[in-house]
């Protein structure tokens, strides 16, 4: 939104300072692209506009239909709509110009503190460095386990399927077979899972996933809201520090932000340290009991 005020702002700008002056005449000029009422606009400052255009802007001036909608439906437009406004003296509007100028204000603001802070939020590879070091927990993988559940609500099937099992058939065959959810098209299978993951009401569930040691252990049955669980350990991984490599870019955008935040502190401190600063303290209390007055009104 930011970069589009600040386009049109520039568009009207460059109105203003290019524009080809004043003319009655009714043929353009050889290099005159269009006239909008008394003003007009050269090839030459066309494409000034359109270079001035973002990247996705650009791209839909690649061919000539982009390019003539982009005169016809923008700049026509919105100049023939500026020149009304300027009639109806939306120009000298007093809310519209203290827009204007706060506006020109925060620019003039970030064009210091851009200057300000060039170079400030670099980080070196040895910050990035130290700071994988002392934050270790925050690159460790969580331990995961992947399983496997048979679901069912009927303690005579339930005791079929145990049957089953104790016999040795397939844990992932009898869970496509019984599962009342929908993990039964794919046998069961619930994916990896995390400690605290789970809902507090499958708290033991998650206890009981945990609890298995190595690939195809099995789980006692335990019961949720959803009915008999049996849990079957597919895989358990995580509880590893992830490799330098693959959080030193992370690491460098945070110290990045960590670095420019606490230079922006300084620099405002230094340049208020500078500046004579009066508060009328007498005033500001008696606009406080205000405040106060009218919050208690408001109660």
């Given at each position: 939104?930011?970069?589009?005020i600040?386009l ?16 009655g ?5 050889r290099k005159?692209m ?5 003003l ?10 359109s270079?001035?255009q ?14 003539r909608?982009?005169?016809?439906n ?12 300027k ?16 506006f020109r204000?925060a620019?003039?603001?970030?064009g ?5 802070l ?7 590879e ?6 994988y ?25 339930l005791?079929?399927v145990?049957a ?22 794919d046998?069961?299978?619930l994916?990896?899972?995390r400690?605290?993951?789970?809902a507090p ?15 195809g ?12 669980h049996?849990i079957?350990m597919?895989?358990m ?5 992830r490799?330098f ?10 110290l990045q932000?960590?670095k ?13 340290s ?13 606009e ?7 919050k208690e009104?408001?109660?």
């Open positions: 939104m930011k970069k589009g600040v049109i702002f520039g568009l009207f700008l460059l109105w203003g300072a290019l524009g080809c002056g004043k003319s005449k009714e043929e353009l000029g005159e269009v006239r909008i009422n008394d007009s606009i050269s090839l030459e400052e066309f494409r000034q506009m270079e001035k973002p990247l996705e802007g650009k791209v839909r001036l690649l061919d000539e239909k982009g390019m909608d982009f005169l016809e923008y700049i026509i437009t919105r100049e023939a709509l500026y020149q009304e406004a009639k109806k003296g939306f120009d000298k509007n007093k809310e519209i110009l203290a827009k204007v100028e706060d204000r620019m003039i603001i970030d210091l503190i851009e200057e300000a060039r170079g400030k939020s670099e980080a070196t040895e910050e990035i460095q130290r700071y070091r002392e934050n270790k927990s925050l690159f460790t993988e969580p331990l995961e386990v992947k399983i496997r559940h048979i679901v069912i609500n009927s303690e005579p099937v005791k079929e145990l089953k099992l104790s016999k040795g058939e397939s844990f992932e065959k009898l869970a496509a077979a019984y599962n009342i959810d929908r993990t039964r098209e046998g069961g299978n994916g990896y899972i400690r605290g993951q789970l009401s499958f708290s033991q569930f998650e206890e009981a996933a945990f609890s298995l040691v190595k690939k252990d099995i789980s006692e049955v335990l019961r949720t809201p959803y009915g008999y049996i079957q597919e895989e991984r995580g509880a590893n520090l490799p490599e693959r959080v030193k870019e992370k690491i460098r955008l945070f932000a960590k420019r935040q606490e230079a922006y502190l300084e620099y405002v401190k230094e340049v208020k500078k500046a004579h600063i009066l508060i009328n303290e007498k005033l500001w209390a008696e406080e009991k205000k405040g106060e007055k009218t009104e408001k109660k």
